[in-house]
């Protein structure tokens, strides 16, 4: 675990460094759209993430060096409940639905409420993915996003279609967000989090 870099701390050399993470259900296409951004690069093979892969990468963002670290993992883990550290210091967060499989679009509620429990406050945008695949569906209006107020994107990893504009305003935001200030919500919610490890530790046998 010392190799998981501190966020509330290291810059290294930058002058901010956020987390940024993806959900939704598996083959929405999470990990295409992050290799899209960050190799521009896409390689239409059918490997699902089955363990964590973190992506590293390096942004101008009005003039500062920023960097990113991209956590990709498997969406097929939804049943189970994605790991806490999956969510801890995250920044940022993109919920990706296929256009091609409306069930991922009726999951959106499930990994948001889970997003939530872990990180109340943090920006999160909302990405349909695909869409070459289904050009009308981008005169669809989606009533999940509006409803809480996300900015929605229609994209696709495999052309490219507004993926680095989304990235971009993920960046933006997790910046942004990293830079008001320690977010005291996020501190209570880190101690909680703290409290029931050591419970969990001091009860088991
Ligand atoms: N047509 C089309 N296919 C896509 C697009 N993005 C991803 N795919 C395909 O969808 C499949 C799943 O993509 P992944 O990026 O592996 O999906 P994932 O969300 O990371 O899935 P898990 O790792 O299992 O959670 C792959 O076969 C991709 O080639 C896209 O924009 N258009
Ligand atoms: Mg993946």
Redesign the pocket.
């Known amino acids: 675990m010392s190799e998981i870099p501190d966020y509330e701390s290291s810059h290294e050399g930058y002058d901010s460094r956020v987390k940024i993470i993806?959900l939704?259900?598996?083959?929405?296409?999470?990990?295409?759209?992050v290799?899209r951004f960050v190799m521009n690069g896409?390689?239409?093979?059918?490997?699902?993430?089955?363990a964590l892969t973190l992506f590293k990468h390096e942004y101008q963002l009005n003039g500062k060096k920023i960097a990113i670290d991209f956590w990709?993992?498997?969406?097929?883990e939804r049943f189970q409940s994605m790991h806490t550290s999956y969510y801890h210091q995250a920044h940022c967060c993109i919920l990706?639905f296929?256009v091609?499989r409306k069930v991922t679009y009726k999951n959106l509620p499930t990994w948001y409420k889970e997003l939530r429990q872990h990180r109340p406050e943090i920006p999160c945008l909302c990405a349909a993915?695909?869409?070459?695949?289904n050009m009308a569906i981008t005169k669809t209006s989606f009533n999940f996003p509006k409803k809480h107020g996300m900015p929605f994107y229609f994209?696709?990893?495999?052309?490219g279609t507004n993926v680095v504009k989304m990235f971009r305003h993920a960046i933006q935001a997790a910046v942004e967000y990293r830079t008001s200030g320690s977010d005291i919500t996020d501190l209570i919610m880190e101690e909680l989090e703290r409290m029931e490890l050591e419970e969990t530790e001091q009860t088991s046998p």
């Open positions: 993806c939704g259900d598996s083959a929405v296409g999470k990990s295409k759209l290799e896409y390689q239409p093979q059918q490997l699902s993430t089955y990709d993992t498997a969406g097929q990706v296929d091609t993915n695909k869409i070459d695949a994209v696709s990893a495999s052309d």
